[in-house]
């Protein structure tokens, strides 16, 4: 019903910047939130930001100052801009949104994209 195709992972230098995007598509009656986790592995999957479809964002305390979460409602799409990674960032980022389709607010999932800070 809802499917989130994520792009935007990759190589990066510890330091350098990589910039994630999802765009959300199906049927969809609205979204509340849209967000990005990541889990690492052996780790839990934790949450990166998120962001409502007011602009209210809200981040991780080690996120905040490098990541910028936005969002284009009329594209259903969320970005994440990602500046001085670290090799702690190394993880599997997940895209989220909670979407309202024919009923209650649900969570979707991307298939997730893998982001590696490594010199």
């Known amino acids: 019903q809802v499917q989130l195709v994520e792009s935007g992972g990759g190589l990066v230098q510890p330091g350098g910047s990589l910039r994630l995007s999802c765009a959300a598509s199906g049927s969809i009656f609205s979204i509340i939130a849209m967000g990005w986790y990541r889990q690492a592995p052996g780790r839990q999957r934790e949450l990166v930001a998120s962001?409502?479809?007011?602009?209210?964002?809200n981040y991780a305390d080690s996120m905040k100052g490098r990541f910028t979460i936005s969002r284009d409602n009329a594209k259903n799409t969320v970005t994440l801009q990602m500046n001085s990674l670290k090799p702690e960032d190394t993880a599997v980022y997940y895209c989220?949104?909670?979407?309202?389709?024919?009923?209650?607010?649900?969570?979707?999932w991307g298939q997730g994209t893998q982001v590696t800070v490594s010199s």
């Open positions: 989220n949104a909670q979407c309202v389709v024919a009923g209650p607010v649900l969570d979707y």
């Open positions: 962001i409502t479809s007011g602009g209210s964002t």
